[in-house]
Structures are given as C-alpha cells and as structure tokens.
C-alpha cells in the first residue's frame, strides 16, 4: 500500500546543528533496518554536500569541516529492507535552521 508506505518513511522538515543535544543532525535511521541504504543531500545549487550508506549515520550541517547557511537542502533517499516490497524511493527538502 503506498499510503502505509509515505506514513512508515518520514523524514523532519527541519533540524537545527547548534549542538544543543536537540535535532543536531538529519537523518532517517527510525525507518528501521536497511539491507540497501544510500542517502544524499544536495544544496540549493544542486552539488551533493552529503552522502551516506549508513543508515545510522546523519548529515551535522557541515561540508568540507564548514557549517552551511540556513537555508532548505534536497534530500534524496533509497532504502531497501526485509520489511519492504523492493525499493523505496522518497526525496524531498529539510531546512536547516540557525
């Protein structure tokens, strides 16, 4: 069902990296386990300034050790698992706010 599916796979709108201990960091690992993960952020200029095939890892606001502007980035996500039928393809923007 792709209703059920949009409703398990949600991702924040928006995260503040101020090291706060609060929403420091994007990610999606409350999907679950992964048997295929790949996730990237790309900035409002379209160069990829994160990517990851860790499902338990998450984007901190920085690239190349520098903290990026507020602003909304792309997030594009593939994830594959026991738990779903092939591939889940979900793609979207977070706000990263100072």
């Known amino acids: 069902n792709a209703n059920a599916d949009k ?7 928006a995260f503040t990296p101020n ?3 609060l929403n420091d960091c994007f990610n999606v ?5 992964a048997d295929l ?17 860790d499902i338990n890892q998450c984007w901190d606001g920085m ?3 520098l903290p990026q502007p507020a602003g909304t980035y792309i997030y594009d ?8 039928n092939g591939l889940v393809h979900r793609k ?7």
């Open 7 to 13: 409703a398990k796979f949600k991702a924040a709108t």
């Open 19 to 21: 090291h706060d201990g």
């Open 29 to 33: 690992r409350y999907w679950g386990q």
């Open 37 to 53: 993960f790949e996730m990237k952020i790309y900035n409002r200029w379209g160069q990829l300034i994160f990517h990851s095939n």
């Open 63 to 65: 690239f190349n050790n």
């Open 77 to 84: 996500v593939n994830i594959s698992s026991s738990c779903t």
């Open 92 to 98: 979207g923007t977070v706000v990263l706010i100072k």
